[in-house]
């Protein structure tokens, strides 16, 4: 799925019910249940049931018009998953019942009172403008753990240095773990032995393999973990483990990434040589079969891109963020070798590059990629990397269709052809952002072929709530759903967790 801001914007962050009870114009007054939960939106109904209409973390206006059981209306509300409860006092009640009270404290929903002379557009309004507030302290927060991150890199041992920026930035611990699982370089505060021994698992659920998750996320000692499988293809792999996880820890942990990818990346010494002119062979029409020797085993991918900012380096930083020496900047619109008169990373030029096939290929601002399955060595020498190529420009074409950041090369056959165990690891990864009211709805929705009514009549809620929950899904998995690929690649993983 495209998304409307860059991939390094962190989402907007909830707000807690904290801070929009400190709101003295507002004059709102906690009843029952915590203080300390987290609103993401707010919604007004005045339904007798609103569960159809609810998505879950939001907080809930009503002032009751057709409240009649308050006791099986708050146990609704919070199998709907919402956060807060608002009860505007006047014109229906003078008071707040006491009957919503007491159901609130039973079930530890949060029930706020709203006097008379506050609106609840008001009440929204705060909520958004604290919203706002908090979006800029993240973006500032993310834009200084950059700079940190940056300038740790070019220290005298830049591995470490990242590390302990990363660690700081984060307020916890982080844990680069070799290709057999060992941890080689750590920084931050110590964890428990739980929360080490969760971090280390959830790294191992990446590994080496090809096409496997760029990364996976879960709990462990208490604490939040994440792991982030490093480019390069010496399956390298990044853990952090948190007390929380806020919504600019991902883009941070992303540059970290990228800079300990390329800290980590194999010196460039006669090999690396060997196989930039073995690539140089192969684009000027050398057969596959005479350098697949030089270029390694591999496995290996083919990446097309177009984008960039215009400028002469656009090319060498998207390699540099792939991770890989061997980009070709000669292709354009018009042939390769480039003869369409194009410079180097501006939008009409194809640039074509060369991955280890463990290297995690993430989407990048700016660009528009198709990636190709994985080619080994006599993949090679049998014409495999022009097959690879194709695929890549195929699906590069597609993503530019489809308006996706990439598009992946994906082969038929993939029950068969993947372990269960291994599906299971990547289906959990894949949805575990995912709700089970949310997953569930996906399943039903891809079971019956995206129909809207059908679905809903299946699960007996409103055709608006399945849309609902499918943009939120589509949302929470930034992916295209409209995309037949997806589909089938959820589908896999739905039925696989």
């Known amino acids: ?67 009649a059981d308050p006791a099986h209306y708050v146990a609704r509300v919070v199998e709907a998953g919402a956060a807060a409860l608002a009860f505007g006092v006047t014109p229906v009640y003078d008071t707040v019942p006491a009957e919503l009270v007491e159901a609130c404290a039973r079930h530890g929903l949060p029930l706020v ?155 460039r010494g006669a090999d690396a040589t060997a196989r930039d002119g073995a690539l ?20 290996w991918t083919v990446v097309h891109a177009r984008g960039g900012d215009g400028t002469p380096f656009a090319a060498a930083g998207l390699a540099a963020a792939l991770g890989t020496a061997l980009v070709d900047t000669g292709g354009t619109e018009t042939g390769a070798g480039g003869r369409g008169g194009v410079a180097p990373g501006t939008p009409g030029q194809t640039v074509r590059l060369l991955l280890p096939a463990p290297s995690s290929v993430a989407a990048q601002s700016g660009w528009t990629l198709g990636v190709s399955a994985p080619v080994d060595a006599d993949g090679l020498a049998a014409d495999g990397l022009a097959a690879a190529d194709a695929q890549a ?23 068969a052809l993947v372990d269960p165990d291994e599906a299971t690891a990547h289906a959990r990864a894949l949805l575990a952002p995912l709700g089970e009211p949310l997953a569930e709805t996906l399943r039903v929705w891809l079971s019956l072929h995206g129909g809207w009514d059908r679905t809903a009549a299946a699960m007996d809620i409103h055709r608006n709530t399945v849309r609902q929950r499918i943009t939120r899904c589509a949302a929470l998995l930034d992916r295209d759903l409209d995309d037949p690929d997806v589909r089938m690649e959820l589908w896999f993983a739905l039925t696989s967790r």
């Open 113 to 267: 009172e709203v006097p008379p002379r506050t609106p609840f557009t008001a009440v929204a309004r705060a909520l958004w403008r604290l919203m706002a507030e908090a979006r800029l302290h993240e973006l500032r927060r993310v834009t200084e753990a950059q700079q940190s991150l940056a300038a740790a890199a070019a220290r005298p041992a830049p591995v470490p240095a990242v590390l302990g920026a990363l660690a700081s930035r984060l307020g916890g611990r982080a844990v680069l773990f070799g290709a057999d699982g060992a941890p080689s370089v750590a920084a931050g505060r110590e964890v428990p032995a739980e929360a080490t021994r969760a971090l280390r698992d959830l790294a191992g659920v990446l590994g080496p393999r090809p096409g496997g998750p760029a990364s996976a996320s879960g709990d462990g000692g208490g604490l939040r973990l994440a792991a982030y499988a490093l480019g390069g293809g010496d399956g390298l792999t990044l853990g952090v483990a948190t007390e929380r996880r806020g919504p600019g820890d991902h883009t941070i942990a992303g540059v970290a990434v990228v800079l300990l990818s390329l800290l980590t990346a194999p010196h």
């Open 1 to 67: 799925m495209t998304s409307a801001e860059p991939a390094a914007t962190p989402p907007a962050p909830p707000v807690s019910l904290t801070a929009l009870l400190a709101r003295r114009d507002l004059g709102l007054r906690l009843l029952a249940g915590p203080e300390d939960v987290s609103i993401h939106w707010v919604h007004t109904s005045e339904m007798a049931d609103p569960y159809p209409y609810l998505l879950g973390g939001e907080l809930l206006m009503t002032a009751g018009v057709q409240l």
């Open 393 to 415: 420009a195929r699906a590069l074409r597609r993503a530019e269709a489809t308006g996706a950041d990439l598009v992946r090369h994906r082969p038929g056959g993939l029950a």
């Open 280 to 299: 140089v062979r192969l684009l000027l029409g050398t057969a596959p079969a005479e350098i697949a020797g030089t270029l390694g085993p591999g496995p």
